[in-house]
């Protein structure tokens, strides 16, 4: 069974990190691993026809590879956070070349005049030393498993949808390998939040 709902316990034992935001009818949207040609401007497409913010968490390296897809994002008023520059996993490296990563990620950024909202670790993965020394750390409350092959589009809309609730922070991928099921779970999701007057806000 794929697990949609981030088990409370580990927000609380990590609290200095962002898991979720209590807000007024506010959800969060937010898009790991771009931007990825064509599959960003069809996450751009949709937000725009519901009027819908949200954040993209770039790969330093996409960003260097679709420069245009980043001026796109921010021209349309979404966010941008830090991914790392190759997608670094902090459990299979050490902090000292994964930190060295996330800078890499920075410059780009800066490069792009990219002002970035946060970070990101790839694959969720939280080591002692970033939690630490890491500030404005974004996790998320809903994962949607887009990525998950095993799941059917059905089986992940019906899954979160009841997960949508003030203050949560969704994300999926605009990525190849999620795209076949963030087609069908995007739009719904967009029109689920809008019949439920929720606002969508980037971080
Ligand atoms: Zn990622």
């Known amino acids: 069974m794929f697990i949609h709902q981030i088990p409370s316990f580990i927000p609380a034992l990590f609290p200095r990190f962002t898991w979720s935001k209590l807000a007024d009818l506010q959800i969060y949207l937010t898009f790991d691993d771009g931007p990825t040609p064509e599959i960003t401007d069809f996450v751009l497409e949709c937000l725009a026809e519901y009027d819908a913010k ?3 968490f770039c790969i330093g390296k996409n960003a ?3 420069p245009s897809i980043i001026q796109r994002i921010q021209a349309a008023g979404h966010s941008i956070g830090n991914h790392t520059m190759n997608h670094s996993n902090a459990w ?10 996330v800078i890499q990620c920075e ?3 800066a490069q792009q ?3 970035s909202i946060g970070f990101r670790p790839p694959y969720g993965r939280i080591t002692r030393k970033m939690y630490l020394e890491m500030d404005r ?3 998320w409350s809903v994962l949607t498993g887009d990525y998950n092959a095993s799941l059917s589009s059905t089986e992940i809309i019906d899954s979160v ?3 949508l609730k003030p203050g949560a922070i969704v994300v999926m991928h605009d990525s190849v390998k999620a795209f076949p ?4 779970i995007l739009p719904a999701i967009l029109r689920y939040c809008k019949e439920q007057n929720y606002t969508l806000s980037a971080l």
């Open 54 to 56: 949200a954040t993209f």
């Open 64 to 66: 260097v590879e679709n």
């Open 92 to 101: 299979k490296m050490d902090y000292t070349a994964y930190q060295a990563d």
């Open 107 to 109: 410059e780009v950024f």
């Open 113 to 115: 005049q990219i002002n």
């Open 137 to 139: 750390v974004i996790l």
């Open 161 to 163: 949808l009841p997960l």
């Open 181 to 184: 099921h963030l087609q069908a």
